[in-house]
């Protein structure tokens, strides 16, 4: 048994060969935000415990039982590390007053954290990309927002499913609710542990359960459909209007409802078979009244999120790679004179945005050469006093046939180069 201290449960470090690939996915998520006009929005890590309890609810897994909550002890402070990134963009929103002029396009991405039973796609530290519109009232939000999911999908060559729900407004919710409650109440005997404490709290949950001897129950439960509003209906029909005219595919699923209290109309999560247990991708939804239950001016809203550990798993059981980030040129040099002039090259290639790694620690050529090969870079540029004497260098390809030639530098810094640019 080792004493060295490892990371803790859940959590798990970036090494370089997947925080290259980590890099490669977020190049594509900017600038596939970007092309949507989605500008980036960055709030701490830690916020007042409160905040979550109000947004996501007092009732639910998050809250009760996955906060890392603690007491800052220097002034007595309750304070959590962020589950979600909703709910602390939207205070971000409230505090610095950013709807004033209209509805905006907010995104985020960073570390979340819950303390849930680790597994493969789940973690205690795990990383999202969300996106925020707030301010935008109509079908056509909530259907963008699903669209450039699949769009981001297709560019990624993977193709969750997309389910897709509407959980109607305050007003039928609380109908539905009602009769959840005395739906349930009638059948106590069949109700486990979790569905007693939550029959009057969060009846809505129990719709949940993953426990099969509630199925039965839970498939005979009164459905929300048959109490939602017109306005309700007419806005879950533009959302799908606007799918199909997209040539989005998706499956409404009534029992999907969420793990967060804030949704209200259309809630949607994207699904895969291919990653066991842990099979949602992405979810998100409209939450209407958190702006002003958080004490903003009301506003309506949706987003979602998409769990990047998840997401990179999808893509790798395709067999798919994103592509990342190699070195143009591995530079190698033996000698004093050869040292010196090596550093000028080095710089004069990074100058010009050639990603140039310097041999450093010395060794002969050989050595030197595997560590190129080993650095992936395209090419090698060898350096002897032989060379710097007449200020050329020798350059060898490494990931191509070819022989090496030795050349004035201002021609190899020209063709490593045009290498590069056709590589981009
Ligand atoms: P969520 O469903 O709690 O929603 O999380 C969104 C995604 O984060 C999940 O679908 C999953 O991919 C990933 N995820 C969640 N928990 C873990 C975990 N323990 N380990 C690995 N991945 C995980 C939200 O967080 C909402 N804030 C989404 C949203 C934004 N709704 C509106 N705007």
Redesign the pocket.
């Known amino acids: 048994m080792s004493n060295n201290i490892q990371s803790v449960r859940g959590m798990n470090d970036c090494l370089p060969d997947v925080s290259d690939t980590w890099q490669g996915f977020e190049a594509i998520v900017r600038d596939w935000l970007r092309r949507y006009g989605y500008r980036e929005i960055r709030t701490p890590i830690l916020e007042h415990t409160g905040l979550f309890k109000r947004a996501i609810g007092e009732v639910t897994d998050?809250v009760e039982k996955e906060m890392y909550t603690f007491v800052d002890e220097l002034n007595g402070e309750s304070l959590t590390l962020r589950?979600?990134?909703?709910?602390s963009s939207v205070r971000a929103v409230i505090q610095h007053n950013l709807l004033y002029d209209g509805g905006k396009r907010l995104w985020y991405t960073g570390p979340?954290f819950?303390h849930?039973r680790p597994q493969k796609?789940?973690?205690?530290q795990?990383?999202?990309v969300?996106?925020?519109a707030l301010g935008f009232v109509g079908p056509d939000v909530d259907a963008e927002l699903i669209v450039m999911c699949a769009d981001l999908w297709r560019e990624l060559g993977i193709a969750p499913t997309l389910q897709l729900n509407t959980l109607g407004d305050h007003e039928s919710r609380q109908r539905h609710r009602q009769k959840l409650i005395a739906y349930y109440a009638s059948h106590q005997d069949v109700l486990d542990e979790d569905a007693k404490r939550r029959l009057h709290s969060n009846p809505l949950r129990i719709l949940d359960s993953k426990n099969p001897a509630m199925q039965a129950l839970n498939d005979a439960a009164p459905k929300l459909m048959d109490e939602l509003e017109d306005e309700a209906l007419a806005h879950f029909d533009g959302v799908q209007t606007l799918l199909r005219a997209n040539g989005i595919a998706f499956e409404i699923n009534p029992r999907l409802v969420?793990?967060?209290d804030?949704?209200n109309r259309t809630v949607f999560?994207?699904v895969t078979d291919q990653l066991g247990a842990?099979g949602?991708?992405?979810?998100?939804?409209r939450?209407d009244g958190l702006v002003e239950q958080l004490g903003g001016k009301p506003a309506p809203a949706?987003?979602?999120?998409?769990?990047i550990?998840?997401?990179l798993a999808l893509v790798e059981a395709g067999g798919r790679t994103i592509a990342t980030p190699t070195p143009d040129a591995y530079i190698v040099h033996a000698g004093d004179a050869a040292q010196a002039f090596a550093w000028q090259v080095a710089g004069s290639l990074r100058s010009i945005g050639i990603a140039a790694v310097l041999h450093c620690g010395g060794g002969s050529f050989k050595s030197q050469m595997k560590k190129a090969d080993a650095s992936r870079a395209r090419y090698a540029v060898i350096i002897g006093d032989d060379e710097a004497a007449a200020q050329q260098v020798t350059l060898k390809p490494l990931r191509e046939a070819g022989e090496q030639t030795r050349v004035e530098v201002a021609r190899a810094i020209q063709f490593i180069q045009e290498a590069s640019t056709q590589k981009a």
């Open positions: 998050i589950p979600e990134g909703t709910a979340m819950r849930e796609g789940r973690y205690r795990f990383h999202q969300g996106v925020e969420r793990g967060l804030y949704y999560e994207w842990q949602t991708v992405c979810a998100g939804g939450y949706a987003g979602f999120a998409m769990g550990e998840r997401l």
